[in-house]
């Protein structure tokens, strides 16, 4: 499998600002690197705030990354403009948490669907016909060719946008919470269309989500993301069967067991890691983890810890696993 994207060192930081001055800086992605295959599914996951939906659009240049590269099907991100841009526009979509919001409320269904396909000159014989068959990819009809957003449930808001993205057949899409606001019956519906898509036409996601469940389910490769670093990255059965950093332990150990003694068995098995994730405004040094960490020495307080192959395809930024 080849590349669809590659990300060396990508960094967003925000400016805070105090009368016109900037006096510190969030830094809210801060050095990524990653790849993902082309039919992957790349799951980012994480607690809220640790810059993973950043991390998202600054991929897709919806804000503008501080520094790193982007490539995408071998091409510098970063340089694009004219009609190169608008193609890496049409190729590289976003699938947004809230359906709503992302839908225009004064336009029915085939304008919303056909905006996009005008906006980008793709030549389509049939309009009608064009919406509809895409409206029956994602389980809806030709009933819903003439509604509008407000006349349907949440997850038949999710399939209309999810029907907009396929009319440009991007190759490449960033899944940001897809699912979370929706009820848990049709956030399965929706997951399974997602899949059932990219087994039809190849698509490749980038699937941002908290819910390690979902993720589990949805990716190949998971990258585990903390204070706005990758801290472990691997096959997803790997990540979840033999997890290696500490914080992936601790997210993994905060998944609901639902036998209670075993939850019992594994709560004294595991150390409990304490306290909520420092500010990115001053992350700590050295390991960002070691305040919270159980396992933390004098090396993780002073230098952060590279991200190392452990074992095949399996990387982790631990010092417990690489040379100091
Ligand atoms: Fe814990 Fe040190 Fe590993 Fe960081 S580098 S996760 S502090 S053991």
Known sequence: ???????????????IKSLLRTIAWV????????????????????????????????ILRLIEPTEGKIIFKGKDVMSLKGKDLLWFRRNAQIMFQDPYSSL??????????MEP????GIEVDD???FVIKLLESVGLNEMHLYRYPHEFS???????????LMALKPEFIVLDEPTSALDVSVQANILNTLKEL???????????????????????????MYLGKLVEVGPSDRIFENPLHPYTQMLLSAIPVPDPELAQELKAKRKMVKGEPPSPVNPPAGCRFHPRCPFA???CRKEEPPLVEVERDHYVACWLYAKS
């Open 1 to 15: 499998m080849k590349p669809v994207l590659k990300v060396e060192g990508l960094k967003k930081y925000f400016p």
């Open 27 to 58: 830094k809210a992605v801060d050095g990524i690197t990653l790849e993902i295959m082309s039919g992957e599914t790349f799951g980012l996951v994480g607690e809220s705030g640790c810059g993973k939906t950043t991390t998202g659009r600054t």
């Open 104 to 113: 225009n409320p004064r336009q029915t269904v085939f304008n919303i669907i």
């Open 117 to 120: 396909v005008r906006f980008h």
């Open 127 to 129: 309009p009608e016909e």
């Open 154 to 164: 949440g997850g038949q808001r999710q399939r209309i946008a999810l029907a907009r």
């Open 198 to 224: 990219q087994s039809e036409y190849g698509f490749t996601y980038l699937f941002i989500s908290h819910d390690l469940g979902v993720v589990k389910y949805m990716s190949h490769r998971i990258g585990v």
């Open 297 to 299: 020495k004098d090396v």
